[in-house]
């Protein structure tokens, strides 16, 4: 009678970095400029961001000084380039890119002086355009605020765990690191928080954009990013929060909103294990069988016992596959095919691939378990990432 045993091997962690892009980042300037009428031009910027299909709403500012030199920051990502005026436009040259876009190539535009709209066009890795398109009103350091009833809260970290944020019941999950280090309370933002904007008719939310980037292998990969998350709350009012972490750490802390139209950065940390949830890596069993997620698929380096014999017969080598079709669930699950092998009357006879394979991830990161149904039933194999 047929004996089939597992080989299950995981495979590569679909990427996922969000991007929240609203209130942006001050550029890294030695000596950050000490207020917007120091630029040629300066405007908090409204807009919408248009990449691979869809569109969502953005929220930052641009400057230009007086040689040029030009700026648009948004949360998770900033622009930097040239502009050149003429009597209607500013032409805008993109010359410099970080967080979601990177990789984003080739960026011109325009603001159109009398309207004070921006519009830039750029082409993303895999080819498909990228627009950012919106408006760019002065920024007021007067104008009524205090009418104003709410005020925002942005958090964000630079952890390698995802955080759920809890305030008066309301729970927003998933929020990745962010790129800019120490986020938003970094040196970088202290003119950015200056910024006062009408929130009263905003959601409290994660803001999430997909974005692509080339991976290692020079093949574009598509990312969701969600790196800060925003309350709009009633002004000058005394909160408490709780963090939930996905190394099952908890943290909580209190703060009092600023008044109206102001904001407020926290900017949260995790003092548990790391959270490295990536798949691209080596893996191996305690019994000697080990593999090499890339992408996709994950493929053999290293064989036990059991599988040397299905080497030695030939049904395989170093190099071979043992799982493919990996697809992402969440951030620690993943969906696959993997490969087992059959035995009859204890000699190699055939191997297969099983279906309906998973594999979960340790909350430290460091373990995954493959399993899948075989014609004999269930079966599962233990991994741990080759450090």
């Known amino acids: 009678m047929k004996k089939p045993s597992i080989n299950l091997i995981l495979a590569s962690r679909a990427m996922i970095i969000a991007c929240s892009i609203f209130l942006g980042s001050c550029s890294k300037d030695e000596t950050p400029p000490a207020s917007f009428s120091d630029f040629e031009f300066s405007?908090?910027?409204?807009?919408?961001?248009?990449?691979?299909?869809?569109?969502?709403p953005i929220e930052g500012y641009v400057t230009i000084d007086a040689s040029g030199a030009t700026t648009l920051d948004l949360l998770s990502g900033r622009m930097k380039g040239t502009a050149l005026k003429t009597s209607t436009n500013y032409n805008i040259a993109i010359?410099?890119?970080?967080?979601?876009?990177?990789?984003?190539?080739?960026?011109?535009?325009?603001?159109?002086?009398?309207?004070?709209?921006?519009?830039?066009?750029?082409?993303?890795?895999?080819?498909?355009?990228?627009?950012?398109?919106?408006?760019t009103p002065e920024v007021l350091t007067t104008g009524g605020w205090e009418n104003l009833s709410k005020s925002a809260v942005y958090f964000t970290h630079n952890e390698s765990c995802k955080a759920s944020i809890t305030i008066n019941?309301?729970?927003?999950?998933?929020l990745d690191n962010h790129y800019e280090s120490g986020g938003l309370c970094s040196p970088t933002y202290a003119l950015c928080n200056t910024i006062r904007s009408n929130h009263d008719n905003k959601q409290s939310k994660i803001f999430?954009?997909?974005?692509?980037?080339?991976?290692?292998?020079?093949?574009?990969?598509?990312?969701?990013?969600?790196?800060?998350?925003?309350y709009y709350l009633n002004k000058n009012t005394a909160y408490n929060y709780t963090v939930n972490w996905e190394n099952g750490q908890t943290s909580s802390g209190s703060f009092t909103s600023p008044s109206?139209?102001?904001q407020l950065p926290i900017c949260i940390s995790n003092n548990g294990p790391e959270c490295n949830y990536s798949l691209d890596d080596k893996w191996?069993?305690?019994?000697?069988?080990?593999i090499r997620i890339s992408g996709t698929t994950g493929v053999y380096f290293s064989f036990n016992n059991s599988w040397q014999d299905f080497v030695n017969a030939g049904f395989l080598s170093a190099g071979s596959l043992s799982l493919k079709n990996i697809s992402q669930v969440n951030s620690r699950e993943?969906?696959?095919?993997?490969?087992?092998?059959?035995?009859?009357?204890?000699?190699?006879?055939?191997?297969?691939?099983?279906?309906?394979?998973?594999?979960?991830?340790?909350?430290?990161?460091?373990?995954?378990?493959?399993?899948?149904?075989?014609?004999?039933?269930?079966?599962?194999?233990?991994?741990t990432r080759v450090l």
């Open 260 to 262: 109206g139209g102001g």
């Open 284 to 290: 191996i069993t305690s019994s000697g069988t080990g």
């Open 169 to 174: 019941g309301v729970t927003f999950s998933g």
């Open 95 to 135: 010359t410099e890119v970080t967080g979601i876009f990177k990789n984003v190539t080739n960026i011109t535009g325009t603001i159109e002086i009398a309207t004070r709209t921006l519009y830039l066009s750029g082409t993303n890795a895999d080819g498909s355009q990228v627009t950012v398109g919106g408006t």
């Open 208 to 230: 999430c954009h997909d974005v692509t980037l080339l991976g290692l292998n020079g093949q574009p990969i598509t990312f969701t990013d969600c790196n800060t998350v925003a």
């Open 334 to 383: 993943w969906n696959c095919h993997a490969l087992y092998n059959i035995r009859m009357d204890g000699a190699p006879d055939s191997i297969n691939w099983a279906t309906d394979g998973t594999i979960v991830m340790s909350a430290d990161g460091n373990t995954i378990t493959v399993s899948a149904t075989l014609n004999t039933g269930y079966a599962s194999a233990i991994y």
């Open 43 to 56: 405007g908090i910027f409204n807009g919408s961001l248009y990449s691979m299909g869809s569109s969502s």
